[in-house]
């Protein structure tokens, strides 16, 4: 499955954007869908993750609360949500695809990955 995020941008601590998540090539409902961001100097960690049909989703501690992550498997896309957003979340923010659905948090459990999408917070 092919994977392209947008959405990203430069904004001010507070605001809100939505990144999102087009899926082409495979049957997108197959997939468990996960967003994962980088850090500048730092390594890739979970944001969020979501099933196959929307019903279970998961998200990392620091941005429970705030982010929310969704799909419409009509329209072969991810989406995350993000209000309320810090300096802290500035990152380039990955979408990724995980056909078994065992271990959300863990990268090497997605098989396909996009290209990632800037995400900028200025205080």
């Known amino acids: 499955v092919q994977l392209q995020a947008s959405g990203g941008g430069l904004v001010q601590a507070g605001d809100s954007l939505r990144l999102s998540c087009a899926a082409s090539g495979r049957t997108f409902s197959d997939y468990a869908m996960g967003w994962f961001r980088q850090a500048a100097g730092k390594e890739r960690v979970f944001v969020a993750a979501?099933?196959?049909?929307?019903?279970?989703?998961t998200y990392a501690d620091s941005v429970r609360g705030r982010f929310t992550i969704s799909r419409d498997n009509a329209k072969n896309t991810v989406y995350l949500q993000m209000d309320n957003l810090e300096p802290e979340d500035t990152a380039v923010y990955y979408c990724?695809?995980?056909?078994?659905?065992?271990?959300?948090?863990?990268?090497?459990?997605?098989?396909?990955w996009g290209q990632g999408t800037q995400v900028t917070v200025s205080s």
């Open positions: 990724a695809a995980n056909q078994y659905g065992n271990s959300w948090y863990t990268q090497s459990a997605y098989e396909y």
């Open positions: 979501i099933s196959w049909s929307g019903g279970y989703t």
